[in-house]
């Protein structure tokens, strides 16, 4: 079993992110839209997906390319009843299968750093309808001239994280208005991701110590989680709350 998938497959989240936040940026972007088609993007086990569900009278397209994860997201949609709303569909991100200006509002929350955050905002722009809505979270710098260890690091694991400021200009060269920004706090990245996958960690830690590999994939996480531990102050998670321009 891929040793991300087995990490993961126990936890509410991929990544950093909770209800409270996905639940200002849509009430954030509401008075744009009225029963919108939302296209979720790299939703993963889809908490966040489930969480627009609650707040739309909409309908929701929720994609991701790991089986797993849409199977779980599918079992959450039965549980609760959204299946009138809510279809789970498997769709590569840099190949999505569906036609232009079909969506009103495309939402991703900690995913378009796979096809990196500027080639998102060109290539989703198509698939949204006239003046629809773009709202992605997104790693980004929180303050100017941060220390060395956190540079180094996020230079091989994330070369294009950039400033809020910077992030924004890219947004306007694109072809779209910033409605807002919203930073993820603290608790987004502990409660639902960092905290459960930590224990996680340890118990792989005893179960994989004959496999360098695996090990080795577990020591890159430990450190990413420990390097949020110390520098949380420099750089975070953020929504760009995005509104493509006629």
Partial sequence: MNIFYELHKEIPREGPGNNETTRKAYQTIEK?????????IGCGPGMQTME???LTDGKIIATDMNDGFLDEL???VNQQYFSNKVSV????MKS???SEGEFDVIWSEGAIYIIGYENGLKEWKRFLNEDGILVVSELSWLKENP???????WKIAYPGADSI???REKAEKHGYEVIDTIVLPESGWWEHYYTPLEKRISLFREKYQHNQKALNTLIEFQTEIDLYRNYSEYYG????????KS
């Avoid at 744009?32 to 979720?40: H, N, Q």
């Avoid at 220390?147 to 690091?153: A, G, L």
Wanted: proline share 10%.
């Fill in 147 to 153: 220390p060395q260890e956190p540079v180094d690091f």
């Fill in 32 to 40: 744009f839209v009225s029963k919108p088609t939302i296209l979720d």
């Fill in 52 to 54: 627009l569900a609650s």
């Fill in 74 to 76: 599918r079992e959450k």
């Fill in 96 to 98: 999505l299968p569906y």
């Fill in 237 to 244: 998670y953020v929504f760009y709350l995005l509104r493509k």
């Fill in 165 to 167: 400021n910077k992030n």
């Fill in 89 to 92: 569909e498997k769709a590569n």
